[in-house]
């Protein structure tokens, strides 16, 4: 008999458990251990704002490889598409509370034991340790011991930052997803939010539906802002990846093919989606110089044309901007002074010694998950790298793991009993944050995670 552990029940540790399931014996015992009451929702989809819109289509959002469809024939049975019709298929943004009803669905149809199956406990708690011979503790004094230990913990809040330190949670919010923190705001009190990306664009909204009055004012060094998605037309694949790109040439050549997409009247997201799929082995492919240009100068770009957000938000946020509503400032944070009313803020504006000194009552950190666990507050994570069990990184951009997703410790030595998944590897695959990615790693798993042959395939 064995026993898998996951650690983490949001979509990662969802799937990669419905996959278990599915492949385990009638002789094993699978355990889900999750902080929250229900598995498979994790922060992205546990929303209730219905201006929280999936980014993509409901066809790139199947949790099965084999059943692509599945989300879409789930919305047609709810009467909200109709899955024949190409147009509704490609155009149509699904809420994310619905992805999120779905996937209660799959957890009460797929997570159930069997004569057949492996035998299932699900365990509401916060693991804060793993010993040397795999025993879970529990921060309520409960204890597990698993075989083998799978750390699924999904995106994690954003960095500390260093500039709010001293300002009272009254003022700052370190967590955008505390709940209620939104219904708390005074209607025309001022929002400061630090980051430009998806994070910020939901509280916003969240703003927004809630007839905020007051100033709010987003700022990011780049002042970028997530782009609009658009219905997709086809584009050839021009890459090829198993080739070996510089960062440079690899620029260099989306740009000659997004200038000739745009001459025969194709999208440059067309393109961007064309060599989606191979990202992973783009990325792998650079030597670690080349990932940390990637990271120091295409990233932020990056982000924000391949991580898209649906029309109607982006017609919202424009909408925003052009009303005044919403402030978009290039720049970085020089100081924090606390004050009677709030709080006055010294901005930097980028490429410049300009200054924007502004007042607000809220400060809310929206910079995005928070991958360097080492300045984290989850407690598992850094006793396991204080205990040396894992390692970051070398960009600090989440766990190291050997190529069956082993986590690798401080000796550099690969495990045969802990793994990681999912946001936790955005160092090593770059792209492993989107369904098609965390479903394509969950399967591979589950198809030795049981057995653990001498070398697991890689996805």
Same mark, same amino acid.
């Given at each position: ?8 029940? *949001? &979509?990662?540790?969802?799937? #990669? ?7 385990? /014996? ?39 490889? %084999?059943?692509?469809?599945? &989300? ?16 509704? =298929? ?17 957890? $009460?149809?797929?997570?159930?034991? /069997?004569?057949? %199956? ?6 509401? /708690? ?5 010993? %040397? ?31 709010? @330190?001293? =300002? ?5 919010? $370190? ?13 025309? @009190? ?44 086809? !584009? ?18 989306? %740009? ?26 783009? !990325? ?25 957000? $649906? ?21 970085? =944070? ?38 360097? &666990? ?22 600090? #951009? ?13 000796? *550099? ?6 793994? @990681? ?8 695959? !770059? ?8 479903? $394509? ?8 995670? !049981? ?9």
């Amino acid at each position: 008999m064995t026993t898998v552990a996951i650690i983490g029940a *949001g &979509f990662s540790g969802t799937i #990669l458990a419905v996959n278990l399931m599915r492949s385990g /014996g009638p002789g094993d015992e699978l355990i889900v251990i999750e902080k929250r009451l229900e598995l498979g929702l994790g922060q992205a989809y546990s929303t209730k704002d219905e201006t929280h819109l999936l980014n993509i289509p409901p066809a790139g959002m199947s949790p099965f490889s %084999r059943q692509p469809m599945a &989300f879409a024939e789930y919305l047609e049975a709810r009467g909200l598409l109709d899955a024949r019709d190409a147009a509704q =298929l490609e155009n149509f943004y699904a809420p994310r509370k619905l992805f999120g009803e779905y996937l209660r669905h799959i957890v $009460a149809t797929q997570l159930n034991s /069997g004569a057949d %199956r492996p035998r299932l406990t699900r365990i509401e /708690g916060e693991a804060v340790e793993i010993t %040397r011979d795999n025993e879970i503790r529990l921060v309520d004094g409960r204890n597990f011991r698993a075989d083998r230990i799978v750390l699924a913990m999904g995106n994690l809040p954003p960095k500390p930052l260093r500039a709010a @330190a001293k =300002l009272d949670a009254d003022v700052y919010s $370190a967590d955008p997803w505390v709940p209620g923190a939104v219904d708390a705001l005074a209607p025309d @009190a001022n929002v400061l939010l630090i980051g430009t990306g998806l994070t910020m664009l939901d509280y916003i909204q969240s703003l927004g539906t809630r007839d905020h009055k007051g100033a709010i004012i987003a700022v990011s060094r780049h002042g970028l802002l997530p782009c609009r998605s658009l219905t997709p037309s086809y !584009w050839r694949p021009f890459i090829d990846p198993e080739q070996r790109y510089t960062v440079r040439q690899l620029v260099r050549l989306v %740009r000659q093919q997004i200038a000739e997409a745009l001459r025969q009247g194709v999208t440059w997201q067309s393109v961007l989606n064309s060599f989606r799929f191979s990202t992973q082995k783009l !990325w792998t492919h650079f030597s670690p110089a080349e990932q940390a240009r990637f990271i120091r100068h295409v990233r932020p770009w990056w982000d924000v044309h391949r991580h898209r957000i $649906a029309p109607a938000v982006a017609d919202r946020v424009e909408a925003m901007q052009a009303s005044g509503r919403l402030r978009v400032i290039a720049g970085h =944070l020089e100081e924090i002074q606390r004050t009677e009313k709030g709080a006055e803020v010294t901005i930097r504006r980028r490429g410049s010694k300009d200054r924007v000194t502004l007042t607000a009552q809220k400060i809310v950190n929206c910079s995005g998950p928070n991958y360097d &666990f080492a300045s984290s507050d989850e407690v598992l994570l850094k006793r396991l790298l204080e205990d040396g069990r894992i390692s970051l990184n070398r960009h600090k #951009l989440g766990v190291q793991v050997g190529a069956n997703f082993a986590a690798v410790n401080r000796d *550099g030595v690969t495990s045969d009993d802990l793994f @990681a998944m999912g946001p936790m590897l955005r160092g090593q695959y !770059w792209e492993i944050n989107a369904v098609a990615e965390i479903v $394509a790693q969950a399967e591979a798993m589950a198809a030795w995670l !049981w057995t653990m042959p001498q070398h697991p395939p890689a996805i």
